[in-house]
């Protein structure tokens, strides 16, 4: 990747490039943990709540959390539409949990009239890991970005995905169930992780969120 010049009033990071200004839906959920993950990462987070907060972004998380409280509110704020619109024209977005659900096409496993945002050709199925085990970790290998630590609460995983859909990640062998499942994928500038990377400390999936960021500015 080569530097760019940083446009005017911009920060610039240690690597030549303006900071990107990524916004973190913050109506519900795991908000902190993101922008924690976000400036290790070097971006610079901003707290998005209302469509005002929606200028000026290099790109949006939306976090994880509960996905029909999150769509409700996505409704009464105003911001559905917008946020539709922003992810049709490309703007980059990462989902942890249940941001992937309302960035996917399809969901099965609740209110098929649950609020989303959709972009995302993907079929999820909520709370897919089951009742019993709704919280386990494990670690899986996770493609470009190597060993990776997730934590999965009470997440979803990919039933299906179409053909421009890369698969990143996948449930290991080693785990004693759901092994092979479909667990983070990345569509164009939409990024999506069933589990939690804001949780454990380990800001290299927000870096690679922070690369595509960049790469579509370059
Ligand atoms: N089960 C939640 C939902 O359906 C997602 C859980 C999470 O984000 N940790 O929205």
Redesign the pocket.
Known sequence: MTARPAAAGRAVGSDGWPVPRVGILALQ?DVREHDRALRDAGAEPLAVRRVEDLHGLDGLVLP?????TMGRLLGVFDLLDPLRRLVQEGLPVYG???GM?LLADEVRG?PSDQPRLGGLDITVR??AFGRQVDSFETDLAFAGVGDVHAVF????WVEAAGSDVRVLARVPDSARQAAGRVVAVRQGAVLATSF?PELTGDSRIHALFVDMIKEGAG
């Open positions: 959920g994880g959390g509960e996905s029909t942890s949990c249940a659900i609740g909520r709370n609460i009470r997440a979803p939690h």
